[in-house]
């Protein structure tokens, strides 16, 4: 693969800075060399959000490359080696926002098609590329609405590689083939105000909490499933009190989310929470919001490809996870898609310095090049 065509679309790419949900004008750029190889392309904008669809053929199967073009905020430049959006190379990395997550693994997508079209330009099946600028936000106007679109229309997505960064150590030695669904919750405990001398006068919700909150922290919450981590129950944020040191609150506020397993629902782990809370004499509101169910891809035609891919490219045998967050995997798999995400190390997606080493971008390109290699070629 030609490594400085994929640094240098890399570079340019992380140039322009696009936080969430700006796409400053990577897009535009990825649109045209689409274009230039034989691509229709389709922007697709929803409310402030800029999408991108870009499709090579008619036929079945579709292949598609997904990711994002929006990136974090860079946390203080002053921590920076260098300005995160003046992309450097040092000591064979790549520093900039989002060399890692996710603008690499879109330069790759580029460059491997590039490479794979003026090779095969008469191909079997199609090539996709759908990109967003609202994944690291609240991705309600990205992929999802992209997704919706064209099951509306019929475009059926066979095959799905999402570029997020999911390998630990050396590119490829780590593919996640699905991921845990994502429930958050805001609760209310609601007790009742009064004055610290007088607490028989009052009822504190803190304090009340405290034993369920003991048994919701020790229970399991799922049975052993061997394709994922167990469920687990993480409080992100909890307050109570008015500020006055003698005052007791009359209501204590939280917020919690579950990463859960297809051993459970997310109308299943609500249901318990209420019980829990009931059980130890709570009075209690919730409100709950699934921003993602769980999805598996099992053995097929997409993950024998990109493991052999993998092992051509870089002779290891690639590791199966379905660890760590979501990702916009979970708007394509329920369309039927078999969905694998491959990108670089993840070691420091979202950190200060973020970086990729200049070695992946030549292999991930070439690992993307193989699946097409073993999918589509002619």
Same mark, same amino acid.
């Given at each position: 693969?030609?490594? &400085?065509?994929? *640094?240098?679309?890399?570079?340019?790419?992380?140039?322009?800075?696009?936080?969430? $949900?700006? &796409?400053?004008?990577?897009?535009?750029? +990825?649109?045209?060399?689409?274009?230039?190889i034989?691509?229709?392309?389709?922007?697709?904008?929803?409310?402030?959000v800029?999408?991108?669809?870009?499709?090579?053929?008619s036929?079945?199967? *579709?292949?598609?490359?997904?990711?994002?073009?929006? #990136?974090? $905020?860079?946390g203080?430049?002053?921590?920076?080696?260098?300005?995160?959006?003046?992309?450097?190379?040092?000591?064979?990395?790549?520093?900039?926002?989002g060399?890692?997550?996710?603008?690499s693994?879109?330069?790759?997508?580029?460059?491997?098609?590039?490479?794979?079209?003026?090779?095969?330009?008469?191909?079997?099946?199609?090539?996709? #590329?759908?990109?967003?600028?609202?994944?690291?936000?609240?991705?309600?106007?990205?992929t999802?609405? #992209? !997704? =919706?679109?064209?099951?509306?229309?019929?475009?059926?997505?066979?095959f799905c590689?999402?570029?997020?960064?999911?390998?630990?150590?050396?590119?490829? &030695?780590?593919?996640?083939?699905?991921?845990?669904?994502?429930?958050?919750?805001?609760?209310?405990?609601?007790?009742? @105000?009064?004055?610290?001398?007088?607490? @028989?006068l009052?009822?504190?919700? !803190?304090?009340?909490?405290?034993?369920?909150?003991t =048994?919701?922290?020790?229970? /399991?919450? &799922?049975?052993?499933?061997p394709?994922?981590?167990?469920?687990?129950? @993480? +409080?992100?944020? !909890?307050?109570?009190?008015?500020?006055?040191?003698?005052?007791?609150?009359?209501? *204590?506020?939280?917020?919690?989310?579950?990463?859960?397993?297809?051993?459970?629902?997310? @109308?299943?782990?609500?249901?318990? #929470?209420?019980?829990?809370?009931?059980?130890?004499?709570?009075?209690?509101?919730?409100?709950?919001?699934?921003?993602?169910?769980p999805f598996? /891809?099992?053995?097929?035609?997409?993950?024998?490809?990109?493991?052999?891919? +993998?092992?051509?490219?870089?002779?290891i045998?690639?590791?199966?996870? /379905?660890?760590?967050?979501?990702?916009?995997?979970?708007?394509?798999?329920? /369309?039927?898609?078999?969905?694998? =995400?491959?990108?670089?190390?993840?070691d420091?997606?979202?950190? +200060?310095?973020?970086?990729?080493?200049?070695?992946?971008?030549?292999?991930?390109?070439?690992?993307?090049?193989?699946?097409?290699?073993?999918?589509?070629?002619?």
């Amino acid at each position: 693969m030609p490594t &400085d065509s994929t *640094l240098s679309l890399a570079m340019e790419l992380i140039a322009r800075p696009s936080v969430t $949900p700006d &796409d400053g004008g990577c897009q535009p750029m +990825i649109a045209e060399r689409l274009a230039a190889i034989g691509f229709t392309v389709e922007p697709m904008r929803f409310a402030s959000v800029d999408n991108l669809w870009a499709r090579r053929g008619s036929a079945a199967p *579709l292949f598609v490359l997904a990711g994002h073009t929006d #990136v974090v $905020p860079t946390g203080p430049l002053d921590k920076w080696e260098s300005d995160p959006f003046s992309p450097v190379v040092r000591n064979d990395y790549l520093y900039g926002r989002g060399a890692a997550d996710m603008k690499s693994s879109v330069a790759a997508f580029v460059t491997a098609i590039e490479a794979f079209v003026a090779k095969h330009p008469n191909h079997a099946g199609s090539i996709g #590329v759908l990109l967003t600028s609202d994944e690291e936000g609240p991705a309600v106007d990205g992929t999802v609405k #992209v !997704i =919706e679109a064209l099951e509306a229309r019929g475009d059926k997505i066979d095959f799905c590689i999402v570029g997020e960064p999911s390998s630990e150590k050396t590119t490829g &030695d780590t593919i996640k083939h699905g991921r845990r669904g994502s429930l958050n919750g805001r609760l209310t405990i609601w007790g009742t @105000q009064g004055h610290v001398a007088y607490p @028989q006068l009052a009822a504190n919700p !803190i304090h009340r909490f405290v034993p369920a909150l003991t =048994e919701l922290l020790n229970t /399991t919450w &799922d049975s052993d499933n061997p394709d994922f981590p167990d469920t687990s129950f @993480q +409080i992100s944020n !909890i307050h109570g009190g008015t500020g006055a040191e003698n005052v007791i609150p009359g209501q *204590l506020d939280l917020v919690c989310n579950f990463r859960y397993s297809t051993s459970v629902t997310a @109308q299943e782990l609500q249901a318990r #929470v209420a019980e829990i809370l009931a059980r130890h004499g709570l009075e209690f509101e919730a409100d709950w919001r699934v921003s993602g169910e769980p999805f598996l /891809t099992g053995a097929g035609k997409l993950i024998e490809a990109v493991t052999a891919a +993998i092992a051509d490219v870089s002779g290891i045998e690639t590791r199966l996870s /379905t660890a760590g967050g979501t990702s916009d995997g979970r708007f394509i798999a329920p /369309t039927g898609a078999e969905v694998v =995400e491959l990108g670089p190390s993840n070691d420091t997606i979202h950190k +200060i310095n973020e970086r990729v080493a200049t070695r992946d971008l030549e292999a991930l390109a070439a690992m993307y090049l193989g699946v097409m290699e073993r999918l589509l070629a002619p």
